[in-house]
């Protein structure tokens, strides 16, 4: 089993350019989360997603979209990028508590 | 609003140091408690989680921590820690409604060989 699965691992932006962050998990897995992790403020929920079909703010959830595009998939949109969204974006997959994470993309917008 | 407080965010150790990480946690209600692991360059991994049962738990690598209810806390231990330890860790706690973990800032962790 692969796990989770991001892609891709890195990523430069100009401002104002629009990307997907692909997400994957192959555990069957009902909750399926995006998370970004700026240095000192831990990871913060951007959206989640407690079954297929359904998708929730996070925390932080402005400037992003989500879709759940199946069991397996959770894709996470940034229409118009900005600076401030550089960061390193993980996604991670649960059933119950304990969640598992993927190896994150590490983005930068300039 | 809930919180994680992660009392220390850099923390330099010389190896077979000891290691203790605090962590507290704003809520009243039922918690699941976990710390989890980023080694440089990787992705979270998960070093340890309280459900119920007894405070002391052990997880991977000799790490251990005890959740203490009267102090809201979930702290972190190692009696000797190795060069390979070095890390950044993180807090967490999950409350059932809501569906969601909510992560300390992080410590992170030199050890010096």
């Known amino acids: 089993n692969a796990g989770v699965t991001q892609t891709p691992k890195f990523q430069v932006l100009k401002t104002g350019q629009s990307m997907t962050l692909q997400c994957a998990q192959d555990?069957?897995?009902?909750?399926m989360y995006w998370y970004r992790q700026d240095p000192g403020m831990g990871l913060r929920l951007i959206y989640y997603s407690a079954s297929e079909g359904t998708t929730d703010k996070g925390e932080v959830p402005n400037g992003y979209n989500v879709s759940r595009l199946n069991k397996r998939e959770f894709s996470l949109r940034l229409e118009s990028a900005a600076p401030s969204q550089t960061s390193v974006y993980f996604c991670?997959?649960?059933?119950?508590?304990?969640?598992?994470f993927g190896p994150g993309t590490r983005l930068t917008v300039t | 609003a809930q919180s994680v407080s992660q009392h220390n965010h850099h923390v330099i150790l010389s190896e077979a140091a000891s290691l203790e990480l605090g962590c507290n946690y704003s809520?009243?209600?039922?918690?699941?408690l976990f710390w989890y692991v980023q080694y440089p360059g990787q992705h979270l991994q998960l070093l340890l989680k309280?459900?119920?049962?007894?405070?002391l738990v052990k997880g991977i690598k000799g790490f251990e921590a005890e959740f203490i209810k009267s102090k809201f806390s979930f702290n972190l231990r190692k009696p000797s820690v190795q060069w390979s330890d070095t890390a950044e860790y993180f807090c967490a706690f999950f409350k059932a409604a809501g569906n969601k973990l909510t992560f300390g800032g992080g410590t992170r962790v030199l050890v010096k060989p």
């Open positions: 991670a997959s649960s059933e119950g508590a304990v969640q598992y």
């Open positions: 309280y459900f119920s049962g007894d405070p």
């Open positions: 809520y009243g209600g039922t918690v699941n």
């Open positions: 555990m069957n897995h009902n909750s």
